[in-house]
């Protein structure tokens, strides 16, 4: 059945997103209080109208290659046809390139437009089928997952009925953790950061990292006391490192001193979950140095949705 559009314009925001925590490589994903704002209209011109403020605004493309785009098509492909035109205004706060979420947050932005710019379109995409359609843009369900509902997520892909399907379950984090984010000039690529990775690890890693794991999951929730531990990696970070230099010699530094921090993503930005005050905060910015911008985060306890008046 073809997609009646809306006529007004439509907005969403969508959160930044840490992957891994540690050592939940491509599984755990949890949602953070800094959101990127998503504006979008159809139009009756056969036109793509972009416009980007804010982080990216000088690199991002303005044409069919923009990410919120291309998932708005994907989108519009799953309700059933597109419409002649597309004018999107991106207000970006997430730094791109820095292992927060943001190509997450332009893929779920774009699909929760599709959906919200359709007419029943919450009853014909549901937020599973978005984690599907996103999953296939991302190529991993971590950060998409935690993006669509929020909080912190565990997501995983199994093959159902020959077909390759992304699931997801919601945490309820512990609402005394929060996050602090020390956010360096420089940029990781994804695909490069993962070449580093070997194919082969010791299997006395791969026991430690699954345990780590497993107790990451009852921390969130509820024991923040474990969260030092828990976040221990012995799967990624370590050989991610000379691409990350000054990072990874943050992430020994605060660990050596009891800091429940790991490597946000693929990086280079180094995340960390306490339940400290402003005091904390303070002193750990201190220890970083001015190499790092330090931001103090909330969690989002919910993930992508509209913004009305």
Known sequence: MKPTFKAQSMQVQVPATSANLGPGFDSLGLALGMHDRYIAQVLDEQIIDIDVTGEGADSVPRNEKNLVIKSMHKGFEFLGGQPRGIALRALNVIPHGRGLGS???AIVGGLSLARALVLGGNERMSNDDMLNLANELEGHPDNVAAAIYGGATVAWQEVQHGHNVALSVQLQV???IGAIAFVPATSVATHKARKMLPD??????AVKNSANTALLVHALQHRPDLLH???QDFLHQSYRADAMPGSYVLL?????AGVAAFISGA???VL?????GSGEVDELARAAGDKFLTSAL???RTGASLVTG
């Open 298 to 300: 909330s969690l989002s």
């Open 174 to 176: 512990d609402a005394r």
């Open 229 to 231: 531990t828990a976040t």
């Open 267 to 269: 990086g280079p930005t």
């Open 103 to 105: 190509s997450a947050s």
């Open 272 to 276: 960390v979950l306490h339940t400290g």
């Open 252 to 256: 020994q530094k605060l660990r050596k």
């Open 200 to 205: 082969l690890v010791t299997h006395s890693d």
